[in-house]
């Protein structure tokens, strides 16, 4: 099993920036993929950005490349998404995922663990 906790949500303007963080435990950190995935109201969820176990590969959602970035620190088991010159449009609850292929997958049923979820919203 695997524990995703994720934090540093809130409330940013428009052209902003604010950086999400997930801390996961109960697995060897190093072996997963890890992703972030979200999912605004009325919307389905949607992916945005993955990493590879080893961070050497990362994935983006085009409507997010060149504004987001998604690192890990395996010693502290942690994932983050660094988010720039954010947009109204951003807004939606984040989530943290694991899969243990190891991949930066952009597929959320290929996933294994979820975070609880946390609130960006960004306004205009």
């Known amino acids: 099993q695997v524990q995703l906790v994720e934090s540093g949500g809130g409330l940013v303007q428009a052209g902003g920036s604010l950086r999400v963080s997930c801390v996961a435990s109960?697995?060897?950190?190093?072996?997963?993929?890890l992703g972030w995935f979200r999912q605004a109201p009325g919307k389905e969820r949607e992916f945005v950005a993955a990493i590879a176990r080893s961070g050497g590969n990362t994935n983006y959602a085009d409507s997010v490349k060149g504004r987001f970035t998604i690192s890990r620190d395996n010693a502290k088991n942690t994932v983050y998404l660094q988010m720039n010159s954010l947009k109204p449009e951003d807004t939606a609850v984040y989530y943290c995922a694991a899969n243990i292929f190891g991949s930066p997958i952009a597929t959320g049923q290929l996933y294994h663990y979820w975070g609880q979820g946390i609130q960006v919203a960004v306004s205009s």
């Open positions: 109960g697995r060897t950190f190093s072996s997963l993929g």
